[in-house]
């Protein structure tokens, strides 16, 4: 696509007005980035410019960029943590924001092993919906006749609190899905969805799951779109289709309703789409009772155009699976957001997923961009790069000043620009910062996989018994992905008093119980993690792995051992020297979810051998 304009784009014009009115509002917003940038930031100081925050650094309502960064230091969560627990609290005085906070999203980020608690107030809903309302009219530009038919897309609400003080405390999906805006949203005929409001919105893992899936089923012909939020999450419907097809043909067939689902809204909704259809039942038998799954999406689905999830950063793993699954089908990542903030979009939809880039839409937020540098201990402010004034090829840290009252907030996101549109630029999304293992919403870091190692080897002790060396890998042949740690242990007697399997296994819990919270949340109630395993390699491994390294140009003076590993002859050597492996044998305590578990059982299976 030519970067000066969308609307000229080759692939020909928007296919209604309202599609032409969107990418016009791109076009001028990125057209003009530097200018709707300063506003953007003159806008966020003036309204809060009487908040306990800003005025602690004599800021003086100024709004000028010059004085903003001479004077608000660059942060991180830590740093606001005592001001955001205040307002959980219940002090509803101006801290932040002169608006009032209207819930906490909860971000999949952790602190000391907890959620973080982004505060935002109403009006980023208007924010986010606007963004939401760009993606179609970029899509249509290459995708045509969306409007013939409809998107199977697997969402589901998760959890939510209360803080102290009575603000709700959810993610960030489950605040748009459970909002008006979503609720009531207006008939779009290019962004129908398969799966009605009532299964989306149910808090049972299972029943939502089924119901959206039994619909999927009933309109496989008028599926053109097949998607969730990430890829991992799609992958889970697709298991989710392998262990309950039985039951869903068997619904199907008689056009009776399964008695699991017990919700009444969840039943009230689907006794209006269940009808007998014994046809659509041999279809759906005859191909899930295939041994080979391998294009399953499309021959069940055979309209579907493209895939609609995202793959990029540590959802790329799964890209294969997708493939395996799909057919090698398109694989859409529409948009780039958090809980902290919605960022941007992709105006190139339909690229690959190695060519992603997102463009930062200037009206969002005010962002500034910190120069990665990983070996750098220079992290002042005075080294931040305006949106207009970063360089392509260079890597940067994401650094946003928000409407809901964050100021120079470090997202943690690493970031590498490619290119421009008009004068906004575009961004490939390279990698969470320090995060090591990831196989869904999940993020762990190396200090906490150290303090999981340290509390499950305390179990070793009495065998006499050490954790020598570790490392790990997220495993995502398995549906739901796993995290593997492989050990290499050291017997420091000859008793044979060695641990038995057992309590190997109770090893594995307990590095599960150690695991923040976010983690447990998946494993517990979504089911999007399965058992953690950890493999007993034989002793001197770890010597052979440094070899190796060293073989490749390594220093010996500076090895230190991976705490992760990809590559796939390290793998193969971690494998080859494997002497046992166990998996943790019950689910860990998550305190504020039920056990409502989407693959029954944390059952692990294997794609293809």
Known sequence: ???????????????????????????????????????????????????????SFDFDGATDRETFKSKIPMVTYEDLQPLIQRIANGDRSPILSAHPVSEFLTSSGTSAGERKL???????????QLLYSLLMPVMNLYVKGLDKGKGLYFLFIKSETKTPGGLLARPVLTSYYKSEHFKTRPYDPYNVYTSPNEAILCPDSFQSMYSQMLCGLYEREQVLRVGAVFASGLLRAIRFLQLNWQELVEDIRTGSLNPKLTDPSIRECMIRVVRPDPYLADFIEKECSKENWERIITRIWPNTKYLDVIVTGAMAQYIPTLDYYSGGLPKACTMYASSECYFGLNLNPMCKPSEVSYTIMPNMAYFEFLPHEPNSTRDSPSRLV??????????????????AGLYRYRVGDILRVTGFHNSAPQFQFVRRKN????????????????AAVERASKLLREFNTSVVEYTSYADTTTIPGHYVIYWELLGKDDSGNSPSDSVLEQCCLAMEESLNSVYRQCRVADNSIGPLEIRVVTNGTFEELMDYAISRGASINQYKVPRCVSFTP????????????????????????????????GEIKKIRE
């Open 1 to 55: 696509m030519a970067v000066d304009s969308i609307l000229s784009s080759p692939l020909g014009p928007p296919v209604c007005e309202k599609d032409a009115k969107a990418l016009r509002f791109i076009e001028e917003m990125t057209r003009n980035a530097d200018a709707v940038q300063a506003n953007v930031l003159a806008e966020i100081l003036t309204r809060n410019a009487q908040t306990e925050y800003l005025k």
């Open 570 to 601: 390290i793998m193969e050597l971690l494998d080859s020297r494997v002497v046992s492996t166990h998996f943790s044998p019950s689910l860990p305590h998550w305190k504020s979810g039920t056990r409502n578990d989407v693959a029954r059982g």
């Open 118 to 128: 982004m505060p935002t107030i109403k009006e980023e809903l208007d924010r986010r």
């Open 435 to 450: 995060v090591l293992l990831s196989i869904d919403s999940d993020k762990t870091d190396e200090a906490e996989l150290q």
């Open 386 to 403: 305006d949106l207009a004034d970063v360089e392509i090829g260079k890597e940067y840290e994401l650094v946003i000043t928000t409407y």
